[in-house]
């Protein structure tokens, strides 16, 4: 089994800034890929960011490409996204997940974090 707590989440104005972090523990071995996902009230949950866990291949959002960045720290099992000049549009709750392997779906997923942007 794995766990991700996910940390970092507030209420912000605007423009502003926020990093989130996302601690992995357990049985992690095999991991390909992590990323973060957000769910606003009444919408799907959509992918924000991936990284690839051994290259550290990225992919984001369109909504979200040039404002967010992902990264991992593999001895720390972390993984973090920066996020700037914050939108109300960005406010959700975000989750960080995790996939072993192949598999096409993501495996673990954190308990979310609440982003809330004030305009």
């Known amino acids: 089994q794995v766990q991700l707590v996910e940390s970092g989440g507030g209420l912000v104005q605007a423009g502003d800034s926020l990093t989130l972090s996302c601690a992995a523990s357990?049985?992690?071995?095999?991991?390909?890929?992590m990323g973060w996902f957000r769910q606003a009230p009444g919408k799907e949950r959509d992918v924000v960011a991936t990284?690839?866990?051994?290259?550290?291949?990225?992919n984001y959002a369109k909504s979200v490409k040039d404002r967010f960045t992902i990264s991992r720290d593999k001895a720390k099992k972390a993984v973090y996204l920066q996020m700037n000049n914050l939108k109300p549009e960005d406010a959700a709750v975000y989750y960080c997940?995790?996939?072993?392997?192949?598999?096409?779906?993501?495996?673990?997923w954190g308990q979310g974090t609440q982003v809330t942007v004030s305009s």
């Open positions: 357990g049985s992690t071995f095999g991991t390909s890929n």
């Open positions: 997940a995790l996939r072993i392997g192949t598999k096409p779906k993501y495996n673990y």
């Open positions: 990284i690839s866990w051994a290259e550290g291949r990225t």
